[in-house]
Structures are given as C-alpha cells and as structure tokens.
C-alpha cells in the first residue's frame, strides 16, 4: 500500500459544480499536511494547508479526519481556471518524512 | 532574485556525463529539497537539507549527490548520468523541517 494515495482522476465536471477529492495516509504519526496545485508542465503551488479544524480559503475548505487517516479538498463554484492537478503532502516530524500523493486530476468543462 | 530559480530550464545529455543541477533561493529558508517527478509516480525525494552544511537522503537518493555550502545554494549532482534519470527535477524550499514549500520552476532532464 502507498504511503500516501489520491484518485487520479479525471474529474470531469461542469462550471459551477462541486467537487471533493480524497487522499488517504498510512502513517498515524504525520504530523503535517497541505494541498498543492500543479498546472500542466509547471511547479507545484501551495493551495493550502489542511489543520485539525479544518480551514476554509473562498471556495476551497480542507478537512483532515485523523482517525481515519485522510484528508479531503472541496471546491465549490468550480471554475475553468481550477483544472489542474491536486496533490496532497503529509509530512512527518523532519525533512525527510514528506511524501507527495500522485495527484487527482480536475478538469472543468464549460 | 525573487523566490527560488532553477538552471537549467531543460538539458539534453549523454550517458555516462556528468551534469549539475543549479538551485538558489533568496527566501533565507533553512530547508531545501530536491525532488524528481515521473508520470504515474508524482513526486519523489531524493535528498534534502535541514540548513546550511547537513544534507540527508531522500526516498531515491542513488546516483546523485548535493551539498549545501551555504543558506542560498543547493546544487544536485548526476556523477554519470543514465537514461532513468530522465525527469522533471524540481527544487524546493521551506523556512524550516516541516513547513510548507516553495518550488522552483523545474529542469527538465533527458539523458540519452
């Protein structure tokens, strides 16, 4: 089993929809996690980083559910401009306990 | 300098050569990261630093080296490059161990 595990996708969805992607993790002890966004050939951006509470940025909430070992990205009012790759991260206690999910495809149609 | 730069943009290479990856940032990170990403297989670590004058080894760490002789400079070294090192190599920084990370724009690598 991957220590970190997305949906590839695609997600094909029409503007304006909703949309939830998923991402699971192995390791009961990360300690640190976040969503990226890669556009096609480009470098990973951080969307935004996922807490116990979950946290909201505009159409973007993030939720992490510990006891199960996932977290979860929701964009709501998609627009053309969200089509890309989602990756999520989780990290552990140093440098060298990050792992990178493979990432879930989003396109929006119009 | 703005964020965190890359050279090359893309590189061409025969097996078998040498080649040196360049990656600066002006952010005063203490972390830096190389990484390698392939299709199918998202992004893998191959070495990281935790500040100035330690590197550690990464998930795929064979066949390469860095060094961090300072704050700013994390260079990533193919001694003798094989075609399966093919890749986009992407370098990557944060303020400390376990923040979020900024990436560079990437080089993407053929080795023939």
């Known amino acids: 089993r991957k220590e970190v595990e997305q949906d590839p996708g695609p997600f094909n969805v029409p503007e304006g929809a909703t949309v939830a992607f998923n991402c699971t993790y192995s390791?009961?002890?990360?300690?640190?996690f976040f969503w990226y966004r890669q556009d096609c050939r480009k470098e990973p951006k951080l969307l935004m980083s996922?807490?116990?509470s979950g946290n909201e940025d505009g159409r973007f909430t993030a939720q992490l559910n510990r006891a199960s070992q996932y977290i979860s990205l929701l964009i709501r009012d998609s627009k053309l401009s969200d089509s890309a790759t989602y990756l999520c991260v989780v990290r552990g206690s140093s440098a060298s306990k990050i792992i990178f999910g493979s990432g879930t495809r989003l396109s929006i149609r119009p | 300098i703005a964020g965190i730069t890359q050279a090359p943009t893309s590189q061409i290479l025969a097996a078998g050569r040498r080649m040196t990856l360049r990656c600066t940032q002006d952010?005063?990170?203490?972390?830096m990261y190389w990484y390698r990403q392939d299709l199918g297989l998202g992004l893998r670590l191959i070495h990281y630093s935790n500040t100035a004058g330690t590197t550690g080894k990464g998930e795929v760490p064979d066949g390469y080296s860095v060094s961090r002789a300072n704050t700013d400079d994390f260079p990533l070294t193919l001694a003798s490059a094989v075609p399966s090192q093919t890749s986009v190599y992407f370098c990557?920084?944060?303020?400390?161990?376990?923040?979020?990370?900024?990436f560079g724009p990437g080089t993407r690598l053929t080795v023939l």
């Open positions: 952010m005063r990170h203490n972390a």
């Open positions: 990557a920084s944060s303020e400390d161990g376990a923040g979020e990370q900024f």
């Open positions: 390791n009961s002890a990360s300690q640190s």
């Open positions: 996922v807490y116990s």
